[in-house]
């Protein structure tokens, strides 16, 4: 295992992680990833540790993936899900994370759809001065470190598969497509991404833009559709860029990672139709003709076919890293875990 010191008690953003915490991270997730190569997938790092999985919103590949991940490093595992708890008897957040505290637990994953209540639970475990970790799963439309982290290992391991490191990516063009409104996954990943050196391109429709970008495009500031806007240009090598059409995002990409069209919480119709998204946005083989020759697809998942990706493009593993992304995810939520744990044995 790495040996640089780890200091960070709960993990609830990327906003402040350091250099040091993202190599950190990459390193630890490498060793795992070589633990899980082996017959025996197993080490005791954290026998006798509970890690407790709450989450309040629907899952499969995360929750998943932290059970696994905990189960590896010997860990007990408590799953909880809200729709079968008591908190359909009225219970609440708090309350049920209290009962869990009693239980023992030494983890909480813990995801729900309000942003926020990661952070409310850390702080009331913090505030009864127990050594609870917290770990945000995703919440609401805030962050999802554990996925943002996961990406930047399938990437930099795809470049170096001995010795990911953040700096890999310096320089690299990431277009990051589709609902950024509604994406914990895009605003972690903006995080991580500008702290790698790389030139982040957003590119959605103008509805799928947070509103102050939105605002940029609309027609009461004249037609900018043909325009991009450059965050922070003065800077000497900007690295946010905001696009309204799809095509200057993927001209010379590296890496495009597309968004799942967050239905769920679209409060009003912001498209037109599916279809018409899908030619817009979609990420097709054709499009990628824009991209570096040899570009890679990613997406968090899960996946709505046809819609923000094509269904052949998806399955087509010489452009998709969408398994290699599941699989990373369990070396990536190890080494967070272990992280976590080790300095509570
Ligand atoms: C993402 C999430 O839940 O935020 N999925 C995931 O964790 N793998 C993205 C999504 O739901 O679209």
Redesign the pocket.
């Known amino acids: 295992m790495p040996t640089t010191t780890w200091n960070r008690h709960h993990v609830l953003s990327l906003a402040d992680f350091t250099t040091a915490e993202y190599d950190t991270v990459l390193q630890t997730a490498a060793s795992f990833q070589e633990v899980l190569s082996r017959r025996t997938k197993k080490v005791p790092t954290l026998q006798g540790q509970v890690v407790a999985n709450l989450f309040f919103e629907s899952?499969t590949?995360?929750r998943s993936s932290f059970e696994i991940a905990a189960k590896r490093l010997s860990a007990d595992t408590l799953n909880f899900a809200a729709a079968t708890s008591s908190m359909t008897k009225g219970e609440t957040i708090l309350d049920t994370a209290k009962t869990y505290l009693a239980m023992g637990t030494d983890i909480m994953v813990i995801r729900h759809r309000e942003a926020g209540v990661p952070n409310a639970i850390a702080a009331e475990m913090d505030r009864l001065g127990v050594r609870v970790s917290v770990l945000n799963a995703?919440d609401g439309q805030h962050e999802?470190p554990s996925?943002a982290l996961l990406d930047l290992f399938t990437i930099s391991t795809l470049i170096d598969p001995a010795n990911p490191r953040l700096k890999l990516l310096k320089g690299k063009k990431i277009a990051i497509v589709g609902d950024i409104l509604h994406?914990?996954?895009a605003r972690s990943n903006i995080w991580s991404l500008i702290a790698t050196g790389a030139q982040v391109h957003l590119a959605a429709p103008p509805t799928l833009l947070p509103k102050l970008f939105a605002e940029y495009f609309s027609e009461e500031s004249g037609d900018r559709s043909q325009e991009s806007l450059v965050i922070s240009p003065s800077s000497p090598s900007p690295q946010l860029f905001l696009h309204w059409q799809l095509e200057p995002a993927l001209q010379d990409a590296d890496f495009v990672m597309t968004?799942?069209l967050?239905k769920e919480r679209m409060t009003a119709h912001l498209l037109p139709s599916l279809r018409e998204y899908h030619q817009l946005f979609g990420i097709t083989r054709a499009k990628l003709q824009l991209c570096k020759p040899n570009v890679k697809v990613l997406h968090?998942?899960?996946v709505n076919r046809g819609v923000e990706i094509s269904s052949d493009l998806m399955d087509d593993p010489e452009f998709s890293l969408i398994q290699s992304q599941v699989t990373s995810g369990v070396a990536v939520r190890m080494a967070l875990l272990y992280l976590l744990g080790s300095g509570k044995a």
């Open positions: 899952s590949r995360t995703g999802h996925q994406s914990r996954v968004l799942r967050q968090p998942g899960p």
